[in-house]
């Protein structure tokens, strides 16, 4: 449905380009239909081909020749490299990803606060476990998995209540997920402060994740372990959520160290 917003002069088209590498971003895994992308974004189909036209010729995006569905490009990975801050963030997580995946026998994950989603950055497998939604890149509603929860439950309760009404909002259009167990996942983790998921995204499927805080206290990101058919696991989720923190502590602690490397570099 074509949007309804009134013009704005000189920023429509960077914002509509903008919703459409987000799309196309969210959706890497698959590659995205020109229709699909036309309809989330809420643009019409003659818009959203010139839109990604130009992307295509600035390698942003590229279209896969076998179905025409559109990916990340290069250019988006070039960009990426540009930002050295997040790759010490990924750096500062991997050891305490790696003792978390082998500890609980599972797989680990962080994943990176994105507005009013969370995008995974990082995994280590002790298990392989085989998920669309935990690959580094993917882009998800912070109310619609554990990962993003643990972020959720620490916000203002006003801001928190706004994100969860406009995901549930959402999700009223999708039939096939099963809107009654993702609310209890929501209210649950609300309640505990950390993000549990007992098997209401998937059968069998239970993952626990805390928080990571920057240097200064803000929780920007999460720290999660996800196991699947193991009926302890989700028993032990107040001890697991006790033991992630301290990995989560560290990784601030390796984030604070590095801050304070650069500062002595710049000042030099």
Known sequence: MPTTEP???????????LAVIRDVAAHHQFGARLTDIAERCGMDMGT??????????EHVVEQRASDKRYLPGQGLFELGLTVPAYRSL????????????RRFKGASFVYLRSGTDVVCIARSDHVLIHSAWGQPGTRRPMPALAAGLAVLSQLPEVEADAIVKAYFKQLAQQKRVNALERRRMVQRSRKLGYGFNDGNVARGL??????IQDPEGVPFASLSVVNIDNPSFAQRADE???SLRKDSLLITQRLAMQMDSNHLIQDD
């Open 240 to 242: 697991i959520a006790e």
């Open 7 to 17: 013009r704005r002069s000189g920023t429509q088209s960077i914002e509509r380009a």
């Open 206 to 211: 239970v993952s626990v994740a805390v928080p």
């Open 48 to 57: 959203t081909c010139r839109v990604l036209a130009c992307l295509v010729r």
């Open 90 to 101: 990924q750096e500062a997580c991997r050891q305490p990803m790696e003792r978390v995946a």
